[in-house]
């Protein structure tokens, strides 16, 4: 599967509350049911307005499923090429 980095513009997402963002959870989580094993949900960050989502997904045309499911947009799609961290360096 490929790595996918999903921009979500979501207003107030920032300030959501520790049960809105559960159930924001719970709405992912019923969208990745359905859709099986093509698609997997790492984690995500937040923001003032937006969530950056890291997924593992078989295709783009998965993610805008996902997307479509659970409500939640999908702003903007990007595919990792690489991942670097400081152990990169050497």
Wanted: net charge negative; aromatic share 6%.
């Amino acid at each position: 599967m490929k790595r996918y980095v999903i921009e979500r513009e979501i207003p107030g997402v920032g300030a959501m509350s520790g049960d809105e963002l559960c159930g924001a959870a719970a709405a992912s989580n019923a969208a990745l049911a359905e859709i099986g094993k093509d698609v997997q949900w790492q984690h995500s960050y937040t923001a003032d307005n937006q969530t950056f989502c890291v997924y593992l997904a078989k295709d783009e045309a998965t993610i805008r499923r996902h997307a479509e499911l659970s409500g939640f947009p999908a702003t903007r799609i990007h595919e990792v090429k690489a991942v670097i961290d400081p152990t990169t360096a050497g």
